[in-house]
Every structure is written in structure tokens, then in C-alpha cells.
């Protein structure tokens, strides 16, 4: 168990003097509620704006905005 807190406050370390980060939440300048009766009609609605859309899809930002940004970044600590 102490190899395990010594390990965690080695990690602490690592992080000290790293600036800080804030990422600002992109607020929508509107919100709309559409209801769709049956299927086909998201399916339409999904044609017209040219974006995928299921009966799980909570919310789209429209034009398609991608949730991981203009693209998705990993980083590698290399050896």
C-alpha cells in the first residue's frame, strides 16, 4: 500500500508548475425542441440538413460541429 501513495505522489509532482487550463464552454446563441411522430420523419429531417441523426441523438450543433473539435489530438509521452 505505501508503494502505491509513494507512486501517487511522484505523479503529483510530474504536474507541478504546469499552467493552468480552462476551457471556456461553447454556449449556442439558440436551442429549439423538434419532435418527430414517426421514424421516416427523422430520417427526412436527417436528409435535409445533411447530418446523421438517430432515435438516440440528444443534440447536434447545426452546421455539423464536430464534439471533438477540428480534430481529435493525443498525447504520447515518448521514451
Request: charged residues 40%; neutral net charge; proline residues 5%.
Amino acid at each position: 500500500m505505501k508503494d502505491l501513495f509513494e507512486e501517487l505522489k511522484e505523479s503529483f509532482n510530474e504536474w507541478k508548475d504546469m499552467p493552468e487550463f480552462i476551457q471556456e464552454k461553447q454556449e449556442p446563441f439558440a436551442k429549439i425542441i423538434i419532435r418527430f411522430e414517426t421514424k421516416e420523419n427523422l430520417q427526412e429531417f436527417s436528409k435535409l440538413i445533411n447530418q446523421k441523426l438517430t432515435e438516440k441523438t440528444k443534440s447536434i450543433w447545426f452546421p455539423f460541429k464536430s464534439h471533438w473539435g477540428l480534430t481529435k489530438k493525443r498525447w504520447v509521452d515518448e521514451p
